[in-house]
């Protein structure tokens, strides 16, 4: 049974870091693509970032030179260093994957991703 699920949420200052962890069961990880989004109070789920299995990443462009996203193989884990946050990277951050996509989806479209976590909130105040 596939299961994701996000850790390392919290509330930090503009300018500081976290570090999101999202365990995933039933796959390996890093034999498929796999990423991270987040949903705004108010606004639609975007996404941020994204892995291929061949281990290339994409990034959205406001995060950009911030975040980092990763994978432990030994860990089965995906993770997303976030730093330099703004209290508008506010929001709910999930991660997703799809056991039938190595490459990520043009556009970041969700509707590629077949499994989801239940997310972490982050909170970054001015």
């Known amino acids: 049974q596939v299961h994701l699920v996000e850790s390392g949420g919290g509330s930090v200052q503009d300018g500081g870091s976290l570090r999101l962890s999202c365990v995933v069961s039933?796959?390996?990880?890093?034999?498929?693509?796999a990423g991270w989004y987040r949903q705004a109070p108010g606004k639609e789920r975007e996404g941020v970032a994204t892995?291929?299995?061949?281990?290339?990443?994409v990034y959205t462009e406001n995060v950009k030179g911030r975040f980092t996203i990763s994978r432990d193989v030994a860990k089965n884990t995906l993770y997303l260093q976030m730093n330099s946050l703004d209290p508008e990277d506010t929001g709910m951050y999930y991660c997703a994957a799809d056991t039938t996509r190595v490459v990520s989806p043009r556009m970041f479209a969700e509707a590629d991703f077949e499994y989801w976590g239940q997310g972490t909130q982050v909170t970054v105040s001015s």
């Open positions: 892995i291929d299995a061949d281990g290339s990443p």
């Open positions: 039933g796959f390996t990880i890093s034999s498929v693509c």
